[in-house]
Every structure is written in C-alpha cells, then in structure tokens.
C-alpha cells in the first residue's frame, strides 16, 4: 500500500431505486449509453481515471484539481442536453462532490478519508449540482471560470472534523429559468454614466505570501472608499471590482461589463515594516494609460499612501475639482493599525453573509475593538456578523443584542463613515426594527458617499419591510447601477420583487424573483418570491415547486414567523401571506 494526494470525483446518480423500479432494464441502458458518451470522454479529457463503478454512482481520481473541477462541471452541463424529451422527474440527474485529499492507493483501488470526505460532499449536493470542499476552492479560486456559494461549515458523518463547503453554481440564468421561465432574462450591461465613472480592481498581491492576499484587498476597500467620498465621481462598488479578482482580465470588457469610463489597477509588496504600493489608470475604451505611480513607505504611513493615490486618480480623472473637493478622500482612520489589521482579516468573512463565517469574523472584531472601542467600521462589521447570525443561525437573544449594541455604536462613531453608518442601520432596521432610525443612518450615508452601494442595497431591504415600495425600489436599482455584478444583488432584486409585488405588478415581480434566484440559488426567500408570484399568476404547478425548494433549504419555514420576525408591514405582510398560503407553504 501506498499513499498519494489525489483529486476525488464522487457521483451518484439521484433517485436511482425509484428510476430502476419503474423500469430497470431501461433504466440499466440509459446509464450504460451516458457512462460510455458523456461521463467517461469528460474524464479521461481531463486525464482523470474511473476507480470504479458502483451501481448508482462512480468514483474517479485526477492528477490535477483543476480538472477535476473542470471534469464536473462538464458533464454536469453535458447532462442538462440529454433526455431533454423526458418529463423532470424522469430524467437521469447526478450529484457530484470533489474533494483534494490524501488517499491509500491498494492496486488501482482508492480508500481513505479523501474519497470518504468526496462521497459526503456529493451527497450534500443538489440533484444536478457539484459541492467541493474549502481545499478545493482555495486551490481552484481564479482558475476555473465558475462561480462558488459558500455553503458554510458542514458535520458530516464519520469525519471528525466539520468540512467548509462550496456550491459550484453552473449556470444562474438556467437554475431560475427552471422555475421562473422565461421571466428571468439577461440584464443588459450598463451604460456609463454622464459624470467620470471609475472601477478599482483587486490589487495584485505581490508580497511571496498569499497570506498577505487580506492586506492587498484592504487597501483597495479603502481606496474605493475614500473615492467614492467625491459627489462628481461614480465609483463601481467593491463587491462588483472583486468579481474580478485572481482572473486575467480584459480592461476593455470590465469597462463594457460595469459601465465605466476609467479602471485602476495595481499592486502591494508588504515586507516587515515596508509597504510599496504602485497603481495605473485605464481609460477603459481605448486602453490607454492616463496615469501612473508607485509609493514606498513605512507600514505606519499607509494611509497616507491611500489617500495620496486616490487624490491622484481624483486629479486625473476630473481636474476641474477644487482641492477642497479632493481632500474629502481623507477620514478619520483608526490610530492602532493592530486594530486595522484585525478589522482587514475579518471581512473576508463577514461578507459571505454565512453564519458559519461570520461567527469567525466576531472574534477578530471583537479584538480589533479592545485596541480600538471607539473604531466605527470594526462595530458597524461586528453589527453586520451579529445580524447574520441571528437571522439566519437560531434568532439567539445574544446576537440580537450584539447587532443592535455594536449598531448604535458605528453609527455614534462613524459620522463620516458611510459603511459603518450603512451596517449600523441595516442591523437597527431589521434586528431592532427602528426603521427611523435605519433611514437617518442610511441617508447620511449617502449624503456622505453617493457611491456608496451598501447603504442602497441594504437600505432598500429595510425600505420595503417599512412598506416604501417607490422608494425601495428606487433604492434597488441604484444599488444594482453602482454594483452590476455583486454577489450580493440577490438583496435589490428581492426589494424590487416585494415593490412590484406591493404594485399588482405580479408579471413583473415574477422576473425579479427570477433574478433572485440566479443571483443567490441558496437563498430560501429567492423561492419563496417565486413561490407567491405564480401563485398570484396561477401557475400553481411553478408555485408549489417553488414553495418545496423553500423547505427544502429551510426545513422550519413558515409564513407567519418569517413576516413576524422581521416585523414587516402589513400592507405587504398580509397579502403576501395569501400568495404563499396558495403555493401550499405553512401558516
């Protein structure tokens, strides 16, 4: 015996007992003809090899993780041409899971906790969908062209140790087209706006340490913020210039993609106590360089480095502002960069929106707010970590009370901090239900920073639980404008979903949901948009399959406790209610 790390491909195929006993001998065919057309050209394409076969499913072993991940995305999209004559619940549909692990090699057999951990990961996966675990993704992330859904942590049986999960999300437009129909179109890419417009891509990590990769990603937060501090400069929010990192890209479609005139690009060398930071910019249409610098410091003056290459890119770009004007860059910073340093490690994990990481950012804001009490971003993160938890791990009194203390404090500190007044109005508007005082922070947000996508994304969800559905929905579209391509649009789009809802706009309201979904496959509200749209439309058949993928995701759901939780407004509350009561989901 030997052992090796190896790339593990298991699948299964769904529903395979129920398919055999309506038709065994066609059934053992069509499996046979999809092994020898689609499953094994897909693998040995990718120079993976079968381990076996086991009836209903197979295990398979790559030389390379990136092709295993490439292997099941292949035919998972290869599976969704085939048999496409046959009613859903007929048709042949995988799970698959991948996993990197070290494996005991007995022959041209496999064992080990590798394939055990592969076998559990396919077994979490949606009929048709590819789960991978977090090695997984941190060894494909910028090299496949899929996008992946944090799932969280799981615990799963006979591993002692709970496993980070991954959804590879093949393809939004077909996942809410399947249930919304053709409602669920392309959105066109955005026009570039009248006033100079600009996108700050992920700078590249140049410190020999993909540990440093937090450090890198704060400076661009932090130039992006203070840029979009200035009234006649539309800034490109950060969640939609990440989509882009650790990919090659083409400045001229980035510019075509998010509707901007200029993108700045650059990179950080962290060593010891030195910092070099250089950027340039990119008129996006013609590729041409407008400005150029490098800056080298002592790591206590990086936020002079920040605000020194912003105002540059401000003078470049528009050189009629009065210095006045440029100076808005600058904001009050923490004093301890111990404190920063925390803040900067905790957002990775605040910004999937997942319990599971959110409970990890909790611990290094709490640190970073002992250096630091009075630090408003590092409260408004910590009110966001407690809402998340709260709404969507169990509604324990102690995160509520986290979201609401830590939100009054980012907004009490963080006067000229717009995230921070964002978050803490976010968390007092859906946690504490004051949705006064939500609106005052939101407002002040954006009379602050009008690029400042959070606050019309996040305020937009608290507009419409108020019952603002013109305004709400206002709010969501500027929120989708200054983010075009943000994981979080799921948010706006369910805003828009309720406004049009609250409209009789049902039609209309069935696209949006559409749309929620493909932005977020994960999300059980997404569902259950869908679920009361057709119910109102009379597509009871949608309806009620929508209504199923809710429980699915959120076995405990019931109507009245999702509206009284969030102690949303009657007029939406309550006919709403009726729709989904029709699509058959409990009281």
């Not at 993609?257 to 910092?275: C, F, H, I, T, W």
């Not at 706009?505 to 997404?526: I, L, M």
Request: glycine share 8%.
């Amino acid at each position: 015996m030997a052992r090796r790390l190896s790339a593990i491909l298991a699948a299964d195929v769904v529903g395979y007992s129920r398919l055999m006993g309506v038709d065994e001998v066609g059934t053992l065919e069509r499996l046979k003809s999809l092994h020898k057309e689609l499953v094994q050209p897909k693998i040995a394409e990718r120079e993976g090899r079968v381990v076996k076969l086991m009836g209903d499913g197979l295990l398979a072993e790559f030389p390379s993780v990136v092709e295993a991940v490439q292997c099941a995305v292949g035919i998972q999209e290869g599976m969704a041409d085939r048999e496409t004559d046959l009613p859903d619940e007929s048709r042949v549909k995988l799970r698959i899971g991948v996993n990197l692990g070290d494996v005991i090699v007995e022959g041209t057999d496999i064992y080990g906790d590798g394939v055990n951990v592969a076998a559990r990961l396919e077994a979490l996966a949606d009929p048709g969908g590819i789960c991978v675990s977090g090695t997984v993704f941190d060894h494909v992330r910028g090299k496949v062209d899929s996008e992946f859904a944090d799932l969280g942590e799981r615990k799963v049986k006979n591993i002692e140790l709970p496993i980070r999960v991954y959804g590879v999300v093949l393809d939004r437009v077909a996942a809410a087209e399947e249930l919304a129909g053709p409602d669920a179109a392309e959105t066109a890419p955005p026009k570039p706006p009248d006033k100079p417009s600009i996108a700050v891509l992920p700078f590249d990590n140049m410190s020999g340490d993909v540990e440093q990769d937090y450090f890198a990603d704060g400076m661009v937060e932090d130039i992006i913020t203070g840029l979009a501090r200035i009234k006649w400069i539309f800034v490109i929010a950060r969640n939609s210039s990440f989509a882009y990192k650790g990919k090659s890209v083409d400045i001229k479609q980035v510019g075509h993609d998010l509707g901007v005139r200029y993108v700045l690009e650059g990179s950080v060398r962290k060593a010891s106590n030195q910092v070099r930071v250089t950027g340039q910019l990119i008129e996006a249409e013609t590729g041409r360089h407008v400005w150029a610098d490098r800056y080298e410091r002592t790591l206590d003056d990086v936020f002079a480095i920040q605000d020194e290459l912003t105002m540059s890119v401000v003078a470049a770009i528009e050189p009629s502002l009065r210095q006045a004007e440029i100076e808005r860059v600058k904001r009050k910073r923490p004093d301890n960069l111990d404190a920063y340093d925390l803040l900067l490690r905790a957002l990775p994990c605040v910004y999937p929106a997942m319990p599971e990481s959110a409970a990890k950012a909790v611990p290094l804001l709490d640190s970073a707010l002992e250096l630091e009490p009075d630090y408003a971003l590092a409260h408004g993160f910590a009110a966001w970590s407690h809402e998340i938890l709260y709404a969507r791990d169990g509604m324990r009194e102690e995160n509520r009370l986290g979201a609401i203390r830590h939100a009054n404090a980012a907004i009490a500190h963080g006067r000229d901090d717009a995230i921070a007044l964002s978050l803490g109005g976010f968390s007092l508007g859906l946690v504490a239900h004051d949705r006064a005082a939500a609106r005052q922070a939101f407002e002040a947000a954006q009379a602050l920073s009008p690029s400042c996508a959070l606050s019309y994304n996040l305020g937009s969800v608290v507009l419409i639980f108020d019952g603002d559905a013109d305004r709400a929905n206002e709010w969501a579209e500027r929120a989708l404008r200054l983010s075009p391509v943000d994981p979080m649009n799921f948010a706006p789009w369910l805003s828009i979903t309720f406004s049009r809802f609250m409209r009789g706009e049902f039609e209309a309201a069935a696209e949006a949901a559409g749309k929620t979904v493909q932005w977020n496959p994960y999300f059980s509200a997404a569902y259950m948009l869908l679920a009361a749209t057709h119910a109102k439309l009379g597509r009871h058949d949608a309806a009620k399959s929508a209504a199923a993928r809710v429980l699915e995701l959120e076995p405990g759901f019931t109507i009245g406790g999702y509206f009284a939780s969030f102690e949303i407004d009657p007029s939406l509350a309550e006919p709403f209610s009726e729709a989904l009561s029709l699509a058959g989901l409990p009281a």
